[in-house]
C-alpha cells in the first residue's frame, strides 16, 4: 500500500511539474505580449471608433500615456485628441458616440487639460444649434453650461482671458423662437454666465423671455429673470430690474439686489 501511494505521489508531482512548465512558458511571453500601444495608435482607435465604448476605451487608454510624457507632449496630443472629439460630435452617425465625446470634451476642460476651451464651446454650441433632436439637443446645452465650471471661484482653472467672446454663442440666440420651456431654461442658464448681453444678435432674442420670465406669476422666474436683465443695459430691462426690487417675493427682491450690484469681470 505504501508504494502504491508512493507511485501516485510521483505521477501527481510529475503532472504538476509539466503544468507549472506550460504556465511558466506562457509567462515568459506575457511582457511582449502586453506592452503599451503607443499614443499614435490609440489616436487611429479614436478617430476611427464607431461606438462608444470603442471610443471610451481608446481615450481612457490615452489618458493613461499621457500622463508618462512630458508636459508639451501632453498638451500637443490633447489638442489632436480635442480635434478628435470634435470631429465626432459634428460628423458621426450614431447619437451615442455623439454625446460621449462630447461629454470627454466636457472633461478635458472641467480638468483644466487643455489651453484652448474656447474651442470646445464652439463645438458643443455648434452642435445644440445643428441638433434636429430635442433630447439630444438639451444634452448639449447640460455639458455647455457645465463647461463654465472650471471659470468659477473660488478654484477657477482658467483666467477670463480665456473665456469664450459672445459670438460664440449667437447661434443659440435663435433656438428662442422655437425652443419648449426646458429648452429655454437652458439657454437662459448659460447666457446667465456671459458677463454682458448688450449684442444684438443676444438681446433682440433674450430681451423678451427676460421681460416675460420678470413678469410670471412664479416666483422663481421673476428670480432667474434677475441675473439676465443685469447684464443688461436696455432701458426695459433696468426698468424691470428696478421692479424687482420692490417684489413681494423676498426671495426675488434679494436676487434684484444682488444682481443690480453686478459688475462685469475684469
Same mark, same amino acid.
Given at each position: 500500500m505504501s508504494q502504491y501511494i508512493n507511485t501516485s505521489q510521483l505521477h501527481y508531482q510529475a503532472r504538476m511539474m509539466n503544468f507549472l512548465h506550460t504556465i511558466l512558458?506562457? =509567462?515568459?511571453?506575457?511582457?511582449?505580449?502586453?506592452?503599451? @500601444?503607443? @499614443?499614435s495608435e490609440l489616436m487611429v482607435q479614436a478617430t476611427e471608433a464607431s461606438i462608444s465604448t470603442q471610443l471610451t476605451q481608446a481615450v481612457n487608454d490615452i489618458q493613461e500615456q499621457l500622463w508618462r510624457l512630458p508636459k508639451q507632449e501632453q498638451m500637443t496630443l490633447r489638442m489632436h485628441l480635442m480635434t478628435v472629439l470634435s470631429d465626432h460630435v459634428l460628423h458621426a452617425s450614431e447619437r451615442s458616440l455623439r454625446l460621449e465625446a462630447a461629454r470627454w470634451l466636457r472633461l478635458l476642460v472641467q480638468t483644466g487639460? =487643455?489651453?484652448?476651451?474656447?474651442? @470646445?464651446?464652439?463645438?458643443? @454650441?455648434?452642435?445644440?444649434s445643428s441638433s434636429t433632436e430635442i433630447e439630444e439637443r438639451r444634452a448639449y446645452l447640460k455639458l455647455l453650461f457645465e463647461c463654465f465650471w472650471p471659470f468659477r471661484h473660488p478654484y477657477p482653472a482658467y483666467s477670463w482671458e480665456d473665456f469664450p467672446t459672445n459670438d460664440v454663442f449667437y447661434p443659440l440666440a435663435s433656438l428662442f423662437a422655437s425652443a419648449n420651456l426646458q429648452t429655454q431654461e437652458a439657454l437662459v442658464a448659460i447666457f446667465t454666465e456671459l458677463p454682458a448681453l448688450n449684442d444684438a444678435e443676444i438681446s433682440d432674442a433674450l430681451l423678451p423671455i427676460a421681460l416675460r420670465w420678470a413678469n410670471h406669476a412664479d416666483p422663481e422666474y421673476r428670480r432667474r429673470s434677475t441675473d439676465i436683465l443685469a447684464r443688461m443695459s436696455h432701458p426695459q430691462a433696468q426698468e424691470a430690474l428696478q421692479c424687482l426690487l420692490t417684489d413681494p417675493d423676498p426671495t426675488v427682491r434679494a436676487s434684484a439686489r444682488r444682481a443690480a450690484s453686478y459688475t462685469q469681470p475684469a
Open positions: 512558458q506562457h =509567462i515568459r511571453k506575457l511582457p511582449t505580449r502586453f506592452e503599451p @500601444v503607443p @499614443v487639460l =487643455i489651453t484652448q476651451p474656447a474651442t @470646445v464651446f464652439v463645438t458643443l @454650441v455648434t452642435a445644440a
